[in-house]
Every structure is written in C-alpha cells, then in structure tokens.
C-alpha cells in the first residue's frame, strides 16, 4: 500500500511526461477533455519548467531509461512531481498515441543532445476528446439529490412525485366511473338481441301453424 499525501490540485496544471531512453520527447495535457485557455498562452513558459525538473531532478535517477511521470506546476519554476507509470499501452498516452511514441526517433542514448520534447494540449474547445469514464458517470441532477447538496432539486422532486400520485389515482377514479355505463350498455344489448329472438321465434310458430292448416 502506498500512501500519498492529499492536495487539491487543479487539473489545468496536471501534465503527462514521456520518457524515451532517458530523453523527454513529450508532453501531454494530463486531462484532455477539458479545453484550458491560458495553456495556449503560457506553453513556452511550461515546457521550460518541465524540461528543467526532468533533467535536474529525475534524469538518469530513475531505474529504466523508458517510463512516464506525472508532474504538476504549482507556479513558475515550481514543478511537483506526482507520479510514475510504465512507458507502454497500459499508461494512457492521452493526447499520443503509442504507435508514434514507440517509433518516436530519440537518438543516441549516450549522446548528451537533449532532444526538443513536443508538448500537446487543447488548443480550442472544439478540440476537446470525449472521456473514456463519462458513460460510467450520472447526471449532475442525481448526484445533488443523492447528496443532498441542493434542497430545491429535492423540493421540485418531491412535487413532482407527489403530482404524479394525484395524476394516477384520478386516472383510476375516472375509469372506476364509465364502468357502470359500459355495463348497463351491455344489459341493454343483451336485452335487445333476447326481444329479437322472441319476435323470431313466434312469427316461426305462425308460420308452421298456417302451413299445417293449409295442407
């Protein structure tokens, strides 16, 4: 079990870092389903933070010369590190694809160049990828009513409930009502066709009668 201490990070500030024989050759914004305007204005300023803690901090101090970490910039050349994973499909690559990652060109490793790293992120809203967890999620609305977070949502449900109880049980009583009707409609029927048969049957007798008579 590892425990890491709690801090309220704010997602813009979150990004991805990937490690090719022990050269940074990319960058991704950590959450790319969310569009973050002053990425676009301060990029230059965060790749050099980025690049600066990897090579002071993490170059050549890490056991595989391939991996990813998770860094996030409190401010200005203030760079925490908060995590590492494996250099692989099993570490989403985010704004990368691995197929490019792992064909990505990272030179010599024992040359000391330190290769320009790409750093991506969303650069409009249009721009912005589905999440993978959002079908997994629930509307805003039921997570304030299950939280109890807003008590007018709960108000306006309980109404609703109670409408629909009112709505139901005058349905039931309207149908209650034509009942009756649709009953002694059906008496009336049975009384008519009965009427019918009787007149049938004695204008049958008359004729039976007459033609015994006659022969």
């Given at each position: ?111 000391e160049e330190v ?53 139901d049980s005058s ?40 033609s015994a008579t006659?022969?």
């Amino acid at each position: 079990m590892v425990l890491r201490k709690w801090l309220d990070l704010k997602p813009g500030l979150e990004f991805r870092c990937f490690i090719k024989k022990n050269k940074l050759i990319g960058i991704s914004q950590r959450h790319p389903c969310d569009f973050f305007p002053f990425l676009g204005k301060g990029n230059g300023a965060i790749l050099e933070d980025i690049k600066l803690f990897f090579y002071n901090k993490i170059y050549k101090q890490f056991p595989d010369e391939n991996y990813v970490f998770d860094v996030y910039r409190k401010s200005e050349h203030n760079i925490l590190l908060l995590d590492f994973n494996p250099f692989g499909p099993v570490t989403d690559g985010l704004l990368f694809e691995w197929e490019e990652l792992d064909s990505w060109p990272d030179g010599d490793s024992a040359s000391e160049e330190v290769p320009e790293p790409v750093f991506r992120f969303i650069e409009t809203e249009m721009g912005v990828k589905p999440s993978p967890y959002q079908q997994h999620g629930m509307p805003v609305d039921m997570v304030d009513l299950a939280a109890g977070t807003d008590p007018h949502k709960l108000i306006d449900f309980l109404q609703m409930k109670i409408q629909s109880q009112q709505d139901d049980s005058s349905g039931e009583d309207d149908s209650s009502d034509d009942k009756p009707e649709e009953d002694m409609s059906n008496v009336l029927a049975k009384r008519t066709d009965g009427d019918s048969k009787d007149i049938d049957n004695s204008d049958s007798k008359t004729c039976t009668a007459d033609s015994a008579t006659i022969s």
